[in-house]
């Protein structure tokens, strides 16, 4: 029932089950990996509320099947339970069966109880499902259909206040909404004939996606007979599989080949998703993994930190040629063999910029002569060891903060890596600003410049995370995480420029690397906020840069994943709204951190103040 095999996991969709023994051989001899069926008959309409009671059980014994086989079962509750009914007797009646049906899915062990959501008014529904969320070991799958059926989708809105009652989603954002926060409760979502605008489609991407529902209805037929889906459904499918939700063939056998003509489409529309690239392949297992940014100037990074950092196969190339292109305009092509340029590597970690920076000299055809300034004694051994092996005189190892290193000459180039997911958040100003003494008036610093970028997120399920910590500041602190299952509400904006070399080194005032931004964003559809994604693009010299931005990401690079500011509540925004954060860099003599708060279109709670759940120090 695990979906971590890079198979696809398919279960078969049973509207009656006279023998669950029956369906659940004809399931396992048709080779799918779990059944779905009623928890209780579908003709089996319990009357608690007239009083009429019917002899015997509601439904057949545990016994019929193992443990095991349970295991392999998703318990449907009765579709025709209306727990939302304006008729009291029916609401009540509906309570009653739900609790008893929910009760004997918690006894038979099953994964997972299938429940249908069928209209925005879902109040008593979470009412009825709170109780178990959260205290139950089964997932909770919300059935819920792509497009309302019935319902014009060029028709305008049907408007409650600011929510379009005709949308599923809306549905469902009510329904999480009102229930208690649970990483066991998600959305089977079904495919529809007719596929909603692609902006609402990709709403769903944010979602917690338990499952997939394809109806046997929405297929084709092919010229050989066979089903196949139409292409903006098979793009769309595909789209979803990235997120390893399970599949459910539901409906109807509508074609000669029977269950195993859509379940060998179905294999092979998941057989043809491309390859894990050089970035899915490295974060394998880090999607969505909540980590704390590095603290490089508190802390001493480790030996395996490094390693992951230099196994980038795209950064130290372009910083290599950025130093070439650096080197020629520094050096005109007459003075080549005669004229030595100071290239100093801050920051140099166990060297793979000194490497670069030594075969940039080479490729450029110019003389350098190194130095390799970096503050981590640990760090310095390894530099140390590849001096005395392979560089020789070529490079000066040098064990110092760089703020305070007080340099033999002056440099012609500087070079850093210091930059973090949000560009400054690891503290690359106030570094390069103290290393600027030691830089020529006339000097090239790479970076040249970088800057930040912020998105408005949906991702539930990283705000539910955070939220089950209990523990207040967790919601007020920011995070590297690779976004997988999290939707972009529209596209990011930059926030934060920083340039070195950094004129105001040369004020009286001195540097001011405090910053406040308010920066606006319109969604193209209604969603629900959980927070920002933070990016940064740079230019290490000229044309040649670096970016997460992920418009223009650089490709094959993971030396940064995204970061994530959370909202302490998430907040619904209706189309047409403007999404409105403000953003504060502030700062100290001792620590670095960063405020934000929502304003539009409601205020938050200012996020952070004085740095009290986050900050870097220096």
């Excluded at 799958?141 to 600011?162: I, N, Q, T, Y």
């Excluded at 196994?311 to 950025?322: F, G, N, T």
């Excluded at 925004?573 to 409105?580: D, L, P, S, W």
């Excluded at 934000?596 to 409601?602: K, R, T």
Aim: hydrophobic share 40%; with cysteine.
């Amino acid at each position: 029932f695990s979906t971590e095999s890079h198979m696809a996991i398919i279960g078969l969709d049973f509207f009656s089950v006279p023998s669950i023994q029956d369906a659940y051989s004809f399931t396992c001899a048709s080779k799918f990996n779990f059944m779905c069926a009623p928890l209780a008959h579908p003709r089996f309409r319990r009357d608690n509320a007239t009083g009429i009671v019917h002899e015997g059980p509601f439904t057949r014994t545990d016994m019929v099947l193992s443990s095991q086989e349970w295991g392999q079962i998703v318990g449907k509750v009765s579709p025709w339970i209306d727990l939302d009914s304006p008729i009291l007797s029916e609401r009540r009646n509906a309570e009653e069966a739900f609790k008893q049906e929910l009760a004997w899915a918690s006894h038979l062990g099953v994964p997972a109880v299938m429940i249908p959501l069928s209209s925005y008014a879902c109040a008593n529904m979470a009412s009825a499902l709170a109780p178990s969320i959260g205290h139950v070991a089964a997932q909770y799958w919300v059935r819920v259909p792509l497009a309302a059926p019935g319902v014009d989708l060029e028709a305008p809105p049907v408007l409650e206040g600011r929510h379009n009652t005709a949308d599923p989603w809306e549905w469902w954002d009510r329904l999480r909404t009102l229930c208690p926060p649970s990483n066991k409760f998600g959305v089977a979502l079904e495919l529809t004939a007719n596929l909603p605008p692609a902006d609402q489609l990709a709403r769903w991407l944010g979602e917690p996606l338990k499952a997939v529902i394809v109806p046997t209805s929405i297929f084709l037929t092919n010229k050989k007979g066979f089903p196949v889906m139409s292409k903006a459904h098979q793009v769309y499918l595909k789209t979803l599989l990235k997120l390893k939700p399970r599949i459910v063939l539901t409906g109807c056998m509508r074609h000669s080949q029977g269950v195993e003509g859509y379940v060998n489409y179905l294999r092979h529309v998941h057989s043809t998703l491309p390859e894990p690239g050089v970035i899915e392949s490295f974060a394998a297992g880090y999607e969505d993994y909540l980590q704390a940014p590095l603290q490089p100037l508190m802390d001493n990074l480790e030996s395996q930190t490094y390693e992951n950092f230099e196994k980038d196969p795209i950064k130290y190339v372009q910083y290599q040629r950025a130093v070439a292109a650096a080197l020629r305009d520094r050096v005109p092509e007459a003075e080549a063999g005669t004229r030595v340029s100071v290239v100093m590597i801050v920051g140099a970690g166990r060297g793979p910029i000194v490497r670069a920076a030594l075969q940039a000299a080479k490729d450029a055809g110019r003389l350098v002569r190194v130095y390799a300034v970096e503050k981590n004694p640990n760090a310095v051994v390894t530099l140390l060891s590849i001096k005395e092996e392979e560089w020789g005189d070529a490079v000066t190892v040098v064990s110092s903060d760089m703020r305070r290193w007080k340099a033999p000459e002056k440099a012609d180039i500087l070079v850093s890596e210091l930059l973090g997911s949000f560009g400054d958040n690891e503290l690359s100003p106030e570094c390069l600003d103290g290393a600027q003494a030691f830089l020529k008036d006339d000097g090239i610093s790479i970076p040249s410049s970088y800057t930040s970028f912020l998105a408005p997120l949906t991702t539930p399920r990283l705000h539910t995370e955070l939220f089950l910590q209990d523990n207040p500041k967790s919601l007020q602190t920011p995070y590297v995480v690779l976004l997988t299952n999290a939707h972009l509400m529209a596209p990011p904006k930059d926030c934060l420029t920083f340039v070195h070399p950094n004129p105001e080194c040369n004020t009286e005032r001195g540097p001011d690397n405090t910053r406040y931004v308010q920066v606006s964003f319109a969604p193209s559809e209604s969603g629900r906020l959980h927070g920002f994604a933070g990016y940064f693009d740079t230019v290490l010299y000229k044309d040649i840069t670096l970016s997460i931005h992920p418009d223009r990401h650089s490709e094959g690079m993971f030396s940064w994943f995204p970061l994530y500011l959370p909202l302490l509540t998430p907040v619904y925004v209706a189309k047409g709204e403007t999404i409105t954060i403000s953003l504060w860099r502030k700062a100290t003599p001792a620590k670095v951190w960063y405020e934000w708060a929502l304003v539009a279109p409601d205020a938050s709670a200012l996020h952070n103040p004085c740095g009290r759940a986050y900050f870097i120090g220096l």
